[in-house]
């Protein structure tokens, strides 16, 4: 019994397409394809998963018979499980969704409150500005704890799973749209009270620039929250993100020659963006740290530019690819 005869069983009498296998594997339907036609070969990594996804050894996937074995009905998929998240992607997106924006919200109120413990006398030698520096410093803290860590969640669920079938029903999408503008809605209202409140301290400086940010603090939770849970369902952008993070092996692996031109646009587009952020950043420091510029007060600027040159390029290779 040959390997791929045993993987054409396993599959089939687990109720599985090679869209699941290959989620749960995270390689791409072809590369499946090619397993079962026997076009290729699984590495060891993969035949490893696959044994302890079916629940048997190596030798009994490569060399053994594996087709008189009982299928535990535990097992197998759903019946309608094209549809099913056999990968827990929801379930990471949303965890992201959460720890992200808490993250940003943690930083702007360690500021906040750095700046309202200040108080309206600002000398160097007040104790309560070396409180100030501890609170805006443990804000920087907690919002990094929270943020890396879930950025690191996120890529490695990627490169665990880099293309995932859609499996989100027109309800689920139209309630997440809907939680998108809600959160836009009530973000917005949120950043304009901040704002209002600006108005309205303005004699009180350092309550101006305190107690506005938390305001401000809540209304960026609510837009990122909301466009994050709207963006998770927008599974086609996600499998497309995917291919600028293959490497030169799969995306030689990939049967569809229109899909590799894609991928191997969508690394070199990747590339230019970690260059031109690189750029943005050196640029940044040297008018932050090199007096004879005298331009320390718009350092800041070397970002945004980097930015937008970067979604210019993202936006005339997307021209270029459709027309």
């Not at 048997?56 to 097992?75: F, N, Y």
């Not at 950043?191 to 301290?201: E, I, K, P, S």
């Not at 303005?202 to 401000?216: D, T």
């Not at 709207?230 to 030169?248: I, P």
Request: glycine share 8%; charged share 20%; net charge positive.
């Amino acid at each position: 019994m040959s390997f791929r005869d045993n993987l054409q069983h396993l599959r089939a009498t687990r109720n599985m397409t090679q869209e699941q296998l290959a989620m749960l594997l995270g390689v791409s339907r072809q590369s499946v394809s090619k397993w079962e036609a026997e076009r290729a070969y699984p590495e060891m990594d993969k035949l490893l998963k696959l044994c302890d996804l079916f629940g048997c050894t190596l030798d009994e996937l490569v060399l053994g018979d594996l087709t008189d074995r009982p299928t535990d009905a535990v097992s197998r998929m759903p019946a309608h499980a094209v549809s099913q998240d056999v990968t827990g992607y929801d379930q990471a997106m949303r965890s992201f969704a959460w720890k992200f924006p808490l993250g940003v919200v943690a930083i702007i109120v360690g500021f906040s409150l750095a700046v309202l413990l200040s108080g309206p006398e600002f000398s160097s030698g007040d104790p309560s500005q070396s409180y100030a520096t501890v609170l805006m410093l443990a804000g920087i803290a907690v919002g990094f704890a929270l943020i890396l860590p879930a950025w690191s969640a996120r890529n490695g669920f990627r490169k665990a799973h880099p293309f995932v079938e859609d499996f989100y029903t027109a309800d689920q999408k139209n309630k997440a749209r809907s939680a998108r503008t809600a959160g836009i809605v009530a973000g917005i209202g949120l950043v304009m009270v901040g704002l209002a409140f600006t108005m309205v301290l303005y004699e009180a400086q350092w309550l101006a620039g305190s107690i506005p940010f938390l305001f401000i603090a809540a209304g960026v939770f609510f837009i990122m929250r909301g466009c994050l849970l709207k963006s998770r369902c927008n599974l086609d952008r996600y499998n497309r993100r995917s291919l600028s993070e293959l490497d030169d092996v799969q995306i030689d692996a990939l049967d569809d020659a229109g899909l590799r031109t894609r991928a191997r646009r969508a690394k070199r587009d990747r590339g230019i963006v970690v260059i031109v952020m690189c750029v943005a950043t050196a640029v940044a420091l040297v008018l932050l740290f090199v007096p004879v510029f005298d331009a320390q007060r718009w350092f800041w600027l070397a970002w945004p530019v980097g930015g937008v040159l970067c979604v210019a390029m993202r936006a005339f290779s997307s021209m270029r690819e459709d027309g």
